[in-house]
C-alpha cells in the first residue's frame, strides 16, 4: 500500500488574510484539499498509462485507488493505491499465442513492460556455456493463460520428467503510480492545492 497526504498549514494566517472564522476557513481548506487529492489521483492513474503498456490502461490504474478525504480537523487527505504484480502476459509479449506442445512456437517470446523502450528476447540465462531457458505463453489446467519460463532442477508433480513452471510478473498498478507521482507530479502538489484554494475561497467569502 502506499499513500501520499496533501496538507497545509498557516490555518490562522488564512483566517487573518480573510478575516473568516475558523470554521469557515476549515471548510475551505478541506474543500481545497479534497479537490487537490482527486486532481493527483487522476493525474497518477494517466501518466501511469502514458509509461506501462498494461491492457486496461488509464481505468486498470484507477481501479486500485482510493482517496481518503479530509474531515473534521483532519486537514489532509490521502492517495491509496493497493495492487498485486500483473502477470507479464497483462503487458506487451509478441507473440501472444500459446503453442500446445510448442508445436510452431517461435525460437524467442519477446516482452516489455514500458512503453516506448525496446522489446527484448524473454529467457534466463543460465552457467557460462549459454543455456537458455526461454519463456513461452502456456495455459495451466485451469484454463488460465500465462507468460511462464521452467525452474532449472525443479519437477512437475504431475510431470516429474518436466521441470515446474513459474508464471513471469511485472509490477503492480500502485508501483508503477508511486513511480510516476516521484518522477512528475510531486513537485506540483502544493501548486495544485494553492490553486484549488483560490478557486474554493469566493464560494465562502460575500
Given amino acids: 500500500m502506499i499513500g501520499y497526504k496533501v496538507s497545509i498549514e498557516g490555518l490562522a494566517e488564512l483566517e487573518m488574510d480573510l478575516g473568516l472564522s475558523r470554521d469557515k476557513t476549515g471548510y475551505i481548506l478541506r474543500a481545497a484539499i479534497n479537490n487537490t487529492a482527486k486532481v493527483v489521483e487522476r493525474q497518477m492513474a494517466s501518466k501511469a498509462k502514458d509509461r506501462y503498456t ?11 485507488n482510493k482517496i481518503e478525504k479530509a474531515k473534521g480537523t483532519k486537514l489532509y487527505a ?37 512503453k516506448g523502450a525496446r522489446i527484448k528476447k524473454m529467457g534466463l540465462r543460465l552457467g557460462s556455456g549459454g543455456d537458455e531457458y526461454r519463456a513461452f505463453v502456456v495455459r495451466y489446467t485451469n484454463g488460465h493463460f500465462a507468460f511462464a519460463e521452467r525452474v532449472p532442477g525443479t519437477h512437475m508433480k504431475d510431470k516429474p520428467w518436466k521441470e515446474a513452471l513459474r508464471s513471469l510478473y511485472s509490477t503492480t ?21 494553492a490553486e484549488e484554494i483560490r478557486k474554493t475561497i469566493p464560494k465562502y467569502v460575500k
Fill in 173 to 193: 498498478e500502485a508501483k508503477g503510480e508511486e513511480i510516476v507521482y516521484k518522477q512528475k507530479i510531486d513537485s506540483t502538489v502544493y501548486g495544485t492545492l
Fill in 78 to 114: 490521502t492517495i491509496v493505491a493497493k495492487s498485486k504484480a500483473k502477470d507479464t502476459l497483462k503487458y506487451t509479449v509478441k507473440p501472444e499465442v500459446y503453442y500446445p506442445g510448442s508445436v510452431g512456437a517461435p525460437d524467442y517470446i519477446k516482452a516489455k513492460t514500458l
Fill in 54 to 64: 498494461l491492457q486496461g490502461g488509464y481505468r486498470s490504474y484507477r481501479a486500485v
